[in-house]
């Protein structure tokens, strides 16, 4: 365990390039594998969750490698073509790695076996099991749809209609990508939309795939089963998710001036910049644009005072991700940040309802919490800090921890950096680089 410890800081200013989608990155690997020939990907992140994706197709017949000019290839062996590892596969801290992995290996004819980390093995896998079981597909996991588990893929792959019981990406994800490997067409039906990477990508590829918005918001998505993948170039936008960090840093440190180049605007992932508008902040986009078959823009972002708002319900999807830094951005704010519809926080690396209000009660922050919903009240720029925050594991608990101690009276520690590595790996460079005061303790 590393312990780290950010400090009051000065003005962050500077311009600074974020890494590449994680979300992207690992379905570049997966759908280039599953293609016929070779896709080259430029800005692929070189992260732990994405390598662990990267290691287990390898593991499975596809060639991928990484070049001299920082592109990387895939070399696909086509849909169905995936060979049976001969030892488990180990997916880490990753979660999209685990559920989407799962979706294909349940359209092949072999055994694989699945584990992870302490984290990982603590998470819901049964919500792709129940899916894929109806595809075909069989599964002996730990009580609770635990890994480690076992999958042996369906000969002939059922083509299922499934009406997602959650708002879910990986879920819509994990079926969508069986559904490749069946005989016509596998339909999903999601109620709030989610993420459309696979989408996408899928598209990009050559597949079919078609979707049509249903009554209330949400998403019909037919995927055609049995296509021919071409391999097709991929550019990674920089994640919108890791450049929450460094803005939420910005808009909150007085005289801050940051821009974050070419970062992912796809509305299913964008919520959190809409939403520290409505707070207030400085944040404007300029040199929007399509890259990849993705919307980029540059943020530039200043410091403003902040204002507690109640985050629109119908907006969690496509922030679920940020909710702990928003916390954060919450707590430096005046008045109250009301964020309701946000249960599946409970699911991820760690409980991270309970996890960011322990952590902002250990730094002098008054919060409520309930099954999913949370209350943060805001100090109007008094943030006491001093409190040590436990990170269980998750990248995010220990990132938006460090962007608190940057503005609080007293230095904040998180008991563990190691985790950044999972999607962030140069954080503290950036954000070093920028003015910010976190070190080794
Ligand atoms: O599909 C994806 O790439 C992801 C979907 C989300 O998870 P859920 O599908 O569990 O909401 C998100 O939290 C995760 O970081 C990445
Ligand atoms: C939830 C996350 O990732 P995963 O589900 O892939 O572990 C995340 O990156 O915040």
Redesign the pocket.
């Known amino acids: 365990m590393t312990f780290l410890r950010a400090s009051k800081s000065q003005n962050l200013t500077g311009t600074v390039t974020v890494p590449g989608d994680?979300?992207i990155s690992?379905?570049s690997i997966m759908l280039g594998s599953m293609a016929i020939g070779r896709t080259t990907v430029k800005g692929l992140l070189e992260g732990e969750d994405v390598l662990s994706t990267a290691a287990a197709f390898r593991a499975m017949g596809a060639t991928i490698e990484k070049h001299e000019d920082g592109t990387w290839t895939v070399d696909g062996v086509g849909i169905g073509g995936l060979q049976e590892p001969d030892d488990v596969l180990d997916m880490g801290n990753s979660?999209?790695s685990a559920?989407?992995i799962l979706g294909i290996l349940a359209g092949h004819d072999i055994t694989c076996f699945l584990t992870g980390d302490d984290s990982l093995r603590k998470r819901p896998m049964g919500r792709v099991i129940n899916p894929l079981s109806e595809m075909g597909a069989t599964f002996e996991s730990r009580a609770g749809g635990r890994l480690p588990l076992m999958v042996r893929g369906a000969a002939d792959v059922l083509p299922i209609t499934y009406e997602l019981p959650?708002?879910?990406?990986?879920?819509?994800?994990a079926v969508l990508l069986a559904g490749l490997s069946a005989r016509g067409k596998t339909t999903v039906i999601e109620n709030k939309p989610?993420?459309d990477?696979?989408e996408r990508m899928l598209t990009h590829f050559g597949g079919e795939i078609t979707v049509e918005p249903i009554e209330g918001g949400g998403n019909k998505i037919t995927v055609t089963g049995q296509p021919e993948l071409t391999a097709a170039d991929l550019v990674v936008p920089s994640d919108p998710?890791s450049a929450a960090f460094p803005a939420v840093a910005a808009a909150i440190t007085p005289g801050s001036e940051v821009v974050l180049p070419a970062i992912g605007m796809n509305p299913t992932r964008s919520g959190i910049f809409q939403t520290l508008k409505d707070m207030g902040a400085d944040l404007t986009l300029s040199n929007e644009r399509i890259e990849g078959g993705e919307p980029v823009a540059d943020i530039t972002i200043r410091h403003a005072q902040l204002t507690g708002i109640e985050v629109p319900e119908e907006r969690a999807?496509s922030m679920?991700?940020e909710y702990p830094v928003l916390a954060v951005a919450a707590a430096q704010a005046s008045g109250k940040t009301v964020m309701r519809g946000i249960g599946?926080l409970r699911?991820?690396e760690s409980d991270r309802l309970a996890v960011v209000a322990e952590g902002l009660r250990a730094n002098g922050i008054t919060v409520e919490e309930g099954e999913d919903w949370m209350i943060v009240h805001g100090t109007g720029g008094k943030i006491p800090g001093g409190g040590t925050v436990t990170t269980h594991l998750d990248h995010r608990i220990s990132m938006s921890f460090l962007v608190m101690g940057l503005v609080s009276e007293k230095p904040v520690t998180i008991d563990d950096g190691q985790p950044i590595e999972t999607s962030f790996p140069n954080f503290l460079e950036l954000m070093t680089g920028l003015g910010a005061d976190i070190a080794p303790l």
């Open positions: 994680k979300s690992h379905r979660g999209t559920r989407l959650m708002a879910s990406a990986q879920v819509k994800s989610t993420r990477h696979t998710s999807p679920i991700d599946e699911v991820k």
